[in-house]
């Protein structure tokens, strides 16, 4: 149990779908971040939320949507996606954005 | 602009010999460093930081890990290996703490060997 949790743990979907990642942390944070980590490459930072505000938005296409509707859950909304958008996404929560990270075990995407 | 490169994409090892997973960073501020360690099907786990202070910081699972400002690194070290160590580390950095500037090196793949 790592207080993080990330729901679906697999997803398979078609670039035509439209699906949502969940994220849900028990541990009292109030920062919360999506990470996509590709194959060979460095984590890749996507979206920051402290206190339910998007802090940071690192330049990710539209095709990717996130929602924070309270501290406690993320979601990331994903729609028209391309085979290349197949990763491991990875939430994060901290108790602030000056605050270790703590992460859960991510959802295996994979576009087709 | 801040990087952090791992040196070596793969070390493999024997059981019980010593390892080090090398990390240089290149910052034109001071920065927090860290690493982290992520088990196969699992997320990333904090395995030590340097915040300031003694340079030579003690992690979880007997990792340590020596800040050395005048060659920008901060390699990872243990003794002795175990095959539960088998895993992919990465080091990160970032600027005063500000953890939604975080950035991640590549990431080593150690690979502990009977």
């Known amino acids: 149990e790592t207080g993080v949790t990330q729901t679906p743990r697999h997803l398979v979907m078609g670039m035509t779908n439209k699906k949502s990642l969940k994220c849900e942390q028990h541990?009292?944070?109030?920062?919360m971040y999506w990470y996509k980590q590709s194959a060979k490459k460095p984590l890749e930072l996507m979206f920051v939320y402290s206190l339910e505000e998007r802090v940071e938005n690192n330049s990710v296409p539209s095709r990717f949507s996130p929602e924070c509707p309270n501290s406690s859950h993320l979601f990331l909304h994903l729609h028209t996606l391309q085979p290349e958008d197949s990763a491991l996404y990875l939430c994060?929560?901290?108790?602030?954005?000056?605050?270790?990270?703590?992460f859960g075990n991510g959802t295996r995407l994979t576009v087709t | 602009a801040q990087s952090v490169t791992q040196l070596d994409s793969q070390v493999p090892v024997f059981e019980e010999a010593p390892v080090e997973l090398r990390c240089n960073y290149s910052s034109s501020v001071s920065v927090y460093l860290f690493w982290y360690v992520q088990y196969p099907n699992q997320g990333l786990q904090l395995l030590l930081k340097y915040l300031s202070g003694s340079t030579l910081v003690k992690g979880i699972n007997g990792f340590e890990a020596e800040f050395n400002k005048s060659q920008t690194s901060f390699h990872l070290r243990k003794p002795s290996v175990h095959i539960s160590d088998t895993a992919e580390y990465f080091c990160?950095?970032?600027?005063?703490?500000?953890?939604?500037?975080?950035?991640f090196g590549a990431g080593t793949r150690l690979a502990v060997h009977p």
């Open positions: 994060a929560s901290s108790q602030d954005v000056n605050s270790p990270l703590h």
């Open positions: 541990l009292g944070h109030n920062a």
């Open positions: 990160a950095a970032s600027p005063s703490g500000g953890y939604n500037k975080l950035i």
